[in-house]
């Protein structure tokens, strides 16, 4: 039988992964508005002894590195579902084919070692309303039991 961290769950079911495989996978959810912000919940593994706040520190290096024109704004608490988790969000900017892009990444980790990132991304500047749906978006998070 195989063990929980091995089977891969999503929204058509569900597979039994070889052993070793980590789940990467990115979940994309978009509006029928092109302007509207995209959203997406992607997974990550901390690195040996890592703390949640230093593998942001060395996420936005690599952002900054690799990303023409970043700029972040704002880095603060944020919480998901009904206080599950503590984590942070950080808003920033870069340039995408000589245009801005504006997101905010919400980052909590469910275990000891996976990193779970809610972004919510979009060619506009993000709006209060925005930020309310995406604050919306991470209260709604319940875990499989």
Request: hydrophobic share 35%; aromatic share 8%; proline share 6%.
């Amino acid at each position: 039988m195989p063990h929980p961290q091995d089977i891969c769950l999503f929204n058509e079911g569900h597979v039994n992964l070889p052993p070793g495989y980590q789940d990467r996978t990115v979940n994309i959810f978009t509006a029928p508005n092109a302007q509207a912000p995209a959203f997406n919940i992607s997974r990550d593994t901390l690195q040996e002894n890592e703390t949640l706040s230093a593998y942001i520190d060395r996420q936005l290096a690599l952002m900054k590195q690799h990303l023409k024109g970043w700029q972040q704004s704002t880095r603060e608490h944020a919480a998901l579902g009904d206080n599950l988790l503590e984590g942070e969000i950080v808003h920033a900017s870069y340039l995408r084919d000589n245009k801005r892009v504006w997101q905010q990444q919400a980052v909590f980790t469910p275990s000891d070692r996976d990193v779970l990132v809610f972004t919510m991304t979009s060619n506009t500047t993000l709006t209060p309303a925005d930020g309310t749906a995406l604050q919306t978006l991470l209260r709604s998070f319940h875990p499989h039991a």
